[in-house]
């Protein structure tokens, strides 16, 4: 089956690159020449652990290829996923500019020799896959082949048909995620383009492939639940998710900021109701809030749409309060142990929103640096991979990049663990300490014993505990 994705960010890289593995001929299409260029060569323009691999493999295969021209990637194609960014605008509405250039254009360049499946897989807001199917339309309008098809009698949807695959990949397992999802949501209009969509993703669902070194399947992984259902509903999946998951650690956080009034260890507590059946343990980890590309941008869209539809939807709006707030909490906690912020050092543990990826966007690091930089502080930042990114996205945000923990670590008055990266964990107390000026570390995701930290001389602040 010949796909083509449009769009190698974080989601279409990751889709085309696994969809090549299982066999399928896939073209990748980017307007930034500067990635197809990376990619042609087989490097990957974003860090997501074991994708290069993949890419080298695809590309030496032959069946995965990169390109900058829409039109014949199109044209080649029986699948054309839609995979661009939806980021957010002021107003909390999702941009859908990107979505809009992509489904115009690949009307235009269908040659009307065989009925196509146009997926939305960007997270799109509710009523989107109606309005693809427009845009793909007014394209077709523009069309020479189509105007001859439709002078014999043919309908727009005897060349085309719109679907929803909505993805939840994470950034960091991004692959693992692709071939072992939890579930694989189609939302269509018609039996037919259901149809090939499960074939396509036939080897995902069955289980039937090998897998890659770089992902092997664990014993627990059978066969893949296939929900099939309308447009609208699928669109409403992924908020749903999404709202749902960044509500679940901002109540994290809402409890462990009572805890920590109280005298009680949130670590204790969300181990003795996240054993509940009805709650579970994952994504009640307590710290600086959330993060990332997709829940913030998410939440503000579903909120968005709901008061477009004259609804309040309040409980999601404490959850972006709460996260707001939270975000504040480790310079409280500076100000505490400190005192005065001015003039000191202050040593950030992470940059990336979470570890494993290089993605910045709406990372909370990014936020304590601005706060503490406008408060007088001088700050230094240590990510594994997200330096660079950093420094890069952002070049008038003041912060001094250090190559590793220790040197970060260097005449800093305390340090912050911002991003839960898994070296930190492991972190050589005695040694930071020693090139440290004053000994305070705040845990802002609770990745450290305190017991071993303040017996390594530190004042250990953590949250919630
Ligand atoms: N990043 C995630 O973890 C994640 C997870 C699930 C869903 N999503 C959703 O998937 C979508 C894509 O997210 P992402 O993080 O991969 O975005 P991204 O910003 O990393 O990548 C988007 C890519 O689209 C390209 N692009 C823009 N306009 C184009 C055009 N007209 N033609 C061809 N390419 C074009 C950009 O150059 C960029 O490379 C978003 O809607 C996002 O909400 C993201």
């Not at 929900?227 to 908020?239: G, N, P, R």
């Not at 992470?350 to 990372?363: H, N, W, Y």
């Amino acid at each position: 089956m010949e796909v083509c994705v449009v769009g190698t960010g974080y989601v279409g890289l990751v889709t085309g690159t696994c969809l090549a593995y299982l066999g399928r001929s896939v073209v990748c299409v980017d307007i930034d020449e500067r990635k197809i260029q990376m990619l042609r060569e087989g490097k990957s323009p974003i860090y997501e652990p074991g994708l290069d691999q993949l890419i080298t493999t695809g590309i030496q295969r032959g069946n995965l290829r990169f390109s900058t021209d829409l039109a014949a990637a199109v044209k080649a194609s029986e699948v054309i996923f839609i995979a661009v960014g939806t980021p957010p605008l002021p107003t909390g509405k999702a941009d859908l500019s990107y979505v809009k250039a992509v489904a115009q254009s690949v009307g235009r360049a269908m040659d009307c020799e065989r009925r196509r499946i146009v997926v939305n897989k960007s997270t799109v807001p509710i009523g989107s896959g109606n309005w693809v199917e427009m845009l793909v339309k007014e394209g077709l309008q523009e069309n020479a082949a189509f105007a001859s098809r439709k002078a014999n009698g043919a309908k727009p949807e005897d060349v085309f048909l719109v679907a929803s695959n909505p993805e939840f990949l994470r950034e960091g397992s991004a692959i693992a995620d692709t071939f072992y999802p939890d579930r694989i949501v189609i939302g269509v209009t018609d039996g037919y383009a259901a149809e090939r969509l499960r074939a396509l993703y036939e080897p995902i669902v069955e289980q039937t492939f090998v897998p890659p070194a770089s992902a092997p399947r664990a014993a627990d992984v059978t066969a893949v639940p296939v929900v099939t259902t309308d447009l609208a509903s699928a669109e409403m999946i992924k908020y749903a998710a999404n709202a749902f998951l960044a509500t679940k650690i901002s109540f994290a956080n809402e409890i462990a900021n009572i805890c920590e009034r109280v005298g009680a260890d949130i670590k204790e507590v969300v181990r003795g109701f996240g054993l509940d059946s009805r709650i579970g343990p994952k994504f009640l980890n307590a710290g600086v809030g959330w993060g990332g590309s997709c829940f913030g941008k998410d939440v503000s869209a579903i909120i968005d749409i709901a008061n477009e539809y004259n609804y309040e939807p309040e409980l999601l709006r404490s959850t972006v309060t709460v996260n707001k707030r939270q975000r504040h909490v480790p310079v409280l906690k500076l100000q505490e142990a400190l005192k005065i912020i001015k003039g000191k050092t202050i040593g950030l543990l992470g940059l990336a929103f979470k570890p494993d990826t290089d993605d910045i966007r709406d990372a909370p690091a990014l936020e304590i640096a601005r706060e503490l930089l406008e408060m007088g502080a001088r700050v230094k930042g240590y990510d594994p991979i997200a330096n660079e990114a950093c420094a890069r996205q952002y070049p008038d945000l003041k912060i001094e990049y250090a190559s590793d923990a220790v040197s970060l670590a260097e005449d800093c008055d305390a340090i912050v663990i911002v991003t839960e990266w898994e070296e930190f964990q492991y972190l050589d107390l005695a040694k930071v300490g020693e090139v440290m000026n004053g000994k305070v570390l705040v845990d802002g995701r609770n990745v450290l014993d305190p017991v071993a930290v303040e017996a390594a001389g530190f004042k250990y602040r953590g949250i919630g505990r």
